[in-house]
């Protein structure tokens, strides 16, 4: 075990929260903060640069989930897709009916406005997850009702990894004439996404989950789709979304998302043995729980618990070894509720406590996953002999 | 998220008085009703003096330099002192805690609390209230 | 008049539109891309560089329009400002009342949330303005009823750059018991603005139109103020404003409005020497008259209305002399009707369809102003030869 | 906002056939009714052949490109052939325009009737209808 004081390079294994921009991406915006720096509304030669770029961002966009160029919008990121999704369809549609289907284990981007949407007259189902976060296609379709407007499910989870039957969700959706959003910010760059093939009415993805710059995103909404603008004002976007665009931005997304996408197969197969690797490794420590499902899950997601501890304590020594990660902890969350997806899955308070995201990246490598495997188990030993939990 | 001070981090990695204690004269064990957390504190008296002080805390960061300060704060002092010692002071004595981790700080002075009139029952001596006016003067 | 084909480098006299990034603003934003990339609500180190950066791209934010510095929160830009100002107060108080006030003039990213609450059973009342463009006091204290809970009216246009009676307007609304927000995406770098002095509750702003990056904005709201949130999800921004905080746009709007308030005074005069210059020259031209208020009006607002000629027209000429600037003319707006302030101000369509706008900054120069007012009468000449009106 | 193709431009910076015309033959003027612009057209017609035509135009630079391109499009042609000149082709030989400002060249194409219908009126002749079955064979 290495001391925390020698100079380690930071192993960063939490991109599930964010990912660093690519420095390719970053030199492909600069010149669109100072030079070309138009308003793409106007009608003079340097604006065009920027109409230009952002067109060719969104097939790049397109291109990446097999969706029609001029049907992908964007947004200031992941939360605001989300809302527009949900809210702008639920408001478009109200004559048609109130009620909504979604899962307890979303992302708060989601259910939240599903709960403030609840304040303002409609009806919301959360529909449980088994034990490995799963929702039920059967749930699903049972659910539906005459007044059903809207499903939304997230194409994978965030926290647990967990994928989604987004397939068969679309189908049933489709059949019942109900439309179908999908929140895929956590399964763009590392699975394989087909609007048309799954039946997906409309989908958010977040720019800085695949090492775009944070503050971008888009939504992609089907033609024929009926939904209401969320962010109202000038003719942006095809009288869509208003806002003067996020040049620079926009052209960051255009170039990760290419990125990302260019060679997912094996990308996702080197995220899977190097997360493979870690798992097996974590859970020969004893009292040790895998979260989330053990083959339908996220390729760079890792997810653990360790009973007896918290995990924050967790974080802050890993941070003191130069590991980044995650938990699900009480202790982190502003509401300091333990995570309600590791609660949805079933997991008591206690366990919920100790549990470690560790999300890997492209950056990372064998050695890594090496390093973290030789530093995570004293940590444990170490909290858990401060523990009054682990003596009877 | 809020971050720590030096001091909160230093207690953190390297917590004093963590461990169970052999036939403590004292024990108060809390539960912080926030977030679920539970700190263990142990005590050894003698001549209403803390001789000693070790705790046990599952929790976050500052809940565990909590512990680690508290027990620094009351070995040496009489009971009435360690009794004194509020979850503010042990915050200061930390250089500050986040305000959404105050709450950690209040589960050290709970469990000194517990631990006292823990030993004061064992002694059958009148236990010590919460409120201002019953605290010892 | 010069050639069109030499190398005549850019008149950037659209700044009302956009302005380019200062290049230290985009060297403050860069490491905050690839080194400091740490999502804010992360424990570990790297996220503590991106936390205090945002707080202090807050404190410099609050500095500039004197708020606190915890009543600043940051959006993706003007039009999420507006948004989330006037749906967010009509939503959380309807219990109160239905009752919007407006101005008729009043820039999109406002009339159409206020439209798209009309929709949801909200009231509005749109106020006109003066022949300058200016609303009346007493028109918006007379429009108050008991069930009025919001006024909204922008600091100054941003079309003709009328500059609106705030203070006065932040009297009333203050007397009344009723809520004032204020538009301030053109005053900021142009104007002192105090929110203490001057009565305001909620002010929105845009990074873009003063030297920062797009899609980066804040919206003041003043301690007190119920309103609901906009974007629904994750805890950022103390629970008022979910998505993951876009560091280095934020960063950049911190050093963006630093700047540009250090010195506003003598930017100021600088500017309205310019524009001053700039109105006397145009005004020789014949059949030509200045738009907006002559005094009450943004330091660096020019708008002009030739008789008998159409703006997208102009435009085109003046960027062949590489001239960038705008025009309220129907041709250039997505929906082909003339600008709604100029015909707001009493204009008849075809007089707002010769409209000109030329909005300076901080790089024009008295040169850039001469060599535009040596350019615009030979194109106004053209045009007016070829246009049907000039002749009886 | 769309951008032009460098036809467009080139027939905008450098508009054929623009000005009035002594004693047109013909005169046509229309009104952009969607966004309230205006072109006139005049023909010198000899022949049943267009001789010249010139036009005046209050509107965009779509506006002012098309009346330029249909004015040198018709020049020469018979007058069924004029009148078969549509906004399209108008469109189709300025390699394009933006699909917000059709309705730009949709006033190339009206102004070339009204011109035709106005000489044909003043020679006592039968107007030629809108309509695809009322056109001239
Ligand atoms: C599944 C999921 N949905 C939505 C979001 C929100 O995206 P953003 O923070 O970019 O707005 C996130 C990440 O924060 C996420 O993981
Ligand atoms: C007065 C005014 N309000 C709001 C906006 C919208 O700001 P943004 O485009 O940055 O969203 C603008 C500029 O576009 C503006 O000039
Ligand atoms: S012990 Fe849970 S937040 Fe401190
Ligand atoms: S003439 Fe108005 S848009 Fe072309």
Known sequence: ?392 | MAMYSKKVMDHFMNPRNVGEMENPDGVGEVGNPKCGDIMRMYLKIEDNIIQDAKFMTFGCGAAIASSSMATELIKGKTLEEAWDVSNKAVADALEGLPSIKMHCSVLAEEAIHKAINDYRQKQNLPLWGEKEEEKPE
Chains 1, 3 share one sequence.
């Open chain 1, 1 to 392: 075990m290495q001391n925390s004081e020698e100079e380690q390079k930071l192993v960063y294994m939490d991109h599930a929260a964010t990912t660093s921009t690519d420095p390719e991406v970053v030199n492909a915006m600069v010149p669109y903060f100072t030079e070309y720096f138009g308003n793409p509304s106007s009608p003079y030669t340097i604006a065009k640069e920027s109409e230009e770029a952002i067109e060719k961002a969104r097939e790049k966009v397109a291109n990446a989930i097999n969706a029609k160029t001029d049907r992908v919008f964007f947004t200031s990121g992941g939360t605001e897709s989300d809302n527009w999704a949900i809210k702008g369809v639920a408001f478009a549609n109200k004559n048609k009916g109130n009620h909504i289907i979604t899962t307890a284990i979303e992302h708060h981007a989601v259910l939240h406005p599903c709960e403030w949407l609840e304040k303002q007259g409609f009806d919301v189902t959360y529909l449980p997850v088994d034990k490995y976060g799963r929702v039920s296609v059967d749930d699903v379709r049972d659910a539906i009702t005459d007044q059903t407007i809207l499903i939304t499910v997230m194409f994978a989870n965030n926290e647990i990894g967990t994928i989604e039957p987004i397939e068969e969700i679309g189908e049933v959706a489709r059949e019942n004439g109900v439309y179908f959003h999908t929140d895929a910010v956590q399964a763009i760059g590392q699975l394989l996404v087909d609007v048309e093939d799954m039946n997906i009415d409309l989908l958010s993805l977040s720019g800085h989950k695949f090492y775009g710059p944070k503050g971008t995103g888009a939504l992609y909404i089907k033609k024929g789709v009926k939904i209401d603008n969320f962010m109202h004002g000038g003719a942006q976007e095809k009288q869509r979304r208003a806002g003067t665009e996020n040049v620079p931005g926009i052209v960051g997304l255009g170039e990760a998302i290419e990125h990302v996408t260019s060679d997912i197969e094996n990308h996702a197969k080197r995220m899977q043995s190097l997360r493979d690797r870690l798992i097996n490794g974590l859970l020969e420590i004893p009292k040790t729980h895998l979260c989330g499902h053990p083959t339908e899950r996220l390729p760079n997601n890792v997810n653990i618990v360790f009973e007896y501890i918290e995990g924050e304590s967790i974080l802050l020594m890993l941070d003191s070894y130069s590991i980044a990660a995650s938990t699900g902890s009480a202790c982190t969350s502003a509401s300091l509720e333990p995570s309600h997806v590791l609660v949805g899955c079933g997991l008591p308070h206690e366990i919920a406590h100790g549990s470690l995201r560790l999300s890997l990246g492209k950056e990372n490598t064998e050695e890594d996953v090496d390093y973290v495997l030789s530093v995570v188990p004293n940590i444990i030993e170490r909290l858990r002999s401060m523990s009054p939990m682990t003596i009877k």
